[in-house]
């Protein structure tokens, strides 16, 4: 008897293993800092179709996991030390699933945003862009330290735009904007604390390791993601953002305690760990702000479903980012 013929997306087998591999390398809870930001620039521009929030919030999330699946595959070279496991499941999918797997996310994107106007693909268009070459070569960002940064924080900077975008205009000098995007251009330099040791074995320069050593990699990156508060007291002092936006200072404090952590951390995975405090500390930062925009109703059930989004798909492991590198501690020989 032969066996079961399975069904398949042009010459690409649709395995059940597929999806499930493919949905773990996208990073469903990285998907909140671009929802986040396309809710609060569609908020503030006073959109309030819960459609049109729906198809953006769609929009968001296809980008941000295809981004994570171009990631994945181009670094494989660094991830055969950070993360090995992540290697692997790029292997088991092979390059047509990739492929077949960013038509589909970037596809759907693109179809989604025709009911969102031509200024919100337009906006769409250059973060698809910022998508791929963000880690494919020829321009790979990531591999200068300053244009990866950049490239960073266009994952909250151009989803604020598309959010504002939606409602037909866009404007680069909002207050907001500006301070979201320059928050996650700082924020980019922790997410590379703990992969210090394989960017340096794998030659990559990042804002890390252009250090000689990993405790002034630390200490840089703790300093510069305490600038934003600079720059948001100087939006207040000016009269760009109003009094209210003061209460952002209190965020600071958390990122004291995690700076704390981070300067007393000894290895790759207790740095993980600070990253993953690090990365709800940035969440958060971007959800109190869209409470003290519009602190409404809708805004505290955006926040509670945040929430709720990133902790279930952390207590299910659903990220292909490993925190616990037990392939970092050295094995006991045999006796």
Request: glycine share 6%.
């Amino acid at each position: 008897m032969s066996p079961p013929q399975l069904p398949t997306f042009g010459t690409v087998p649709i395995l059940p293993h597929t999806f499930q591999i493919v949905l773990r390398l996208s990073r469903p809870r990285t998907w909140t800092f671009a929802a986040s930001s396309f809710i609060l620039g569609y908020m503030l521009a006073g959109g309030s179709s819960l459609f049109q929030m729906a198809l953006g919030l769609a929009v968001a999330g296809l980008v941000t996991a295809a981004t994570n699946v171009v990631n994945a595959f181009a670094d494989r070279k660094e991830d055969a030390v950070n993360q090995p496991s992540r290697v692997f499941w790029i292997d088991q999918i092979g390059l047509p699933g990739t492929v077949t797997s960013l038509l589909v996310l970037y596809g759907m994107a693109v179809a989604a945003s025709i009911l969102l106007g031509p200024l919100f693909m337009l906006v769409l268009a250059v973060g698809i862009f910022n998508s791929i070459f963000y880690s494919v070569r020829p321009l790979r960002f990531k591999a200068r330290p300053l244009a990866s940064l950049v490239s960073f924080s266009g994952a909250v900077g151009l989803s604020f735009l598309s959010g504002v975008a939606v409602m037909g205009s866009v404007n680069l000098l909002n207050p907001i904007f500006l301070l979201l995007t320059y928050f996650m251009f700082t924020y980019g330099t922790v997410k590379n604390l703990p992969d210090y040791s394989g960017d340096k074995k794998a030659g990559t320069r990042t804002s890390a390791t252009i250090f000689h050593s990993l405790a002034n990699a630390v200490r840089f990156s703790g300093i510069l993601v305490f600038t934003p508060y600079i720059l948001l007291t100087a939006f207040i002092a000016a009269g760009s953002l109003t009094p209210i936006y003061l209460a952002d200072l209190g965020m600071g404090l958390i990122f004291a305690i995690i700076f704390f952590q981070m300067l007393r951390a000894k290895s790759s995975q207790e740095l993980e760990k600070t990253h993953t405090f690090g990365f709800f500390y940035a969440i958060s930062f971007i959800l109190f702000t869209l409470v003290l925009t519009s602190p409404t109703l809708a805004s505290i059930i955006v926040i509670l479903s945040a929430y709720l989004w990133t902790l279930l798909v952390s207590r299910v492991s659903l990220d292909s980012r490993v925190e616990n590198r037990d392939w970092e501690k050295p094995r006991r020989k045999k006796t």
